[in-house]
Structures are given as C-alpha cells and as structure tokens.
C-alpha cells in the first residue's frame, strides 16, 4: 500500500472540509462557504473575502508546487494567515429575506484550516530533507 504524502493528506482533508458544516449556528456546509466568500468580495467584507481568498491561496500552492518553489512556504503561511479571518465572521446571511444566523467557526472550518497546515508541514519537511 502506498504512503500518502504530506500534499495529498491536506487535498483529502479539504475535500472532507467541503461536506462539513463550517460554522456553529447555521448550516452551512464547506462547498456553500466558497460561494458565501465570493459574494463576500463584492460586497468588500475583508472578513468574509479573506477567508475565500485563502482557497485560491491553497489551490495555487498545489498546482504550482514546482513552479514556485520558493516562494510555497510564505504562500502556506499567507493561506493560514487569509483563513484565521474566518473568526471575524459572526453573522451569516440565512436567506433572502434578510435573516442572519450569528455563528462561530465549526468544525469545517477546522479540517479545513487543518488542510493548510498539513501542507504546510509537510512543506517544511521537504525544506529540511532536500
């Protein structure tokens, strides 16, 4: 059986991030997340946009690992940094009639912070060895 790397533990662990609630108090689960932070954007919450830009961050990061060497750990550190701002978020637009669901990040929110600090490490491990 084949060993998983650093890189593909933190790809599975966002994928489970995705289908997880990502915040205490509404139900809302980590794929509805990325549309709420692209409508953060245009609506300019620094606290709902941060948090969105942190995927592009990421995904960034896997695509281009080999391209950007250099630069993958600060870009790693950037995304964690982009994802903390998901605990200024303390209210959630619930529909289209105006209700809003105070939350706190969930357990999502976790794994998927999670996802970025596996690669991370896993980064800093591959620093060290090579």
């Keep these: 059986m084949k060993k998983l790397s650093f890189k593909h533990i933190s790809i599975l662990l966002y994928g489970v991030s995705l289908a997880l609630p990502i915040f205490f108090g509404a139900g809302v689960i980590g794929i509805f997340g990325l549309v709420l932070g692209l409508i953060g954007m245009f ?17 960034f990061n896997l695509i281009f690992e080999k391209k950007i060497n250099k630069f993958k750990i600060p870009i790693s550190i950037l995304t964690i940094i982009s994802g903390l701002f998901t605990f200024g978020v303390s209210r959630i637009p619930l529909d289209e009639g105006g209700a809003y669901a ?29």
């Design 43 to 59: 609506e300019f919450d620094i606290f709902i946009f941060l948090p969105w830009l942190a995927n592009i961050l990421y995904f």
């Design 102 to 130: 105070n939350v706190k990040p969930g357990i999502g929110f976790g794994i998927w912070m999670l996802s970025f600090i596996i690669l991370l490490v896993g980064q800093l491990k591959n620093k060290n060895v090579g």
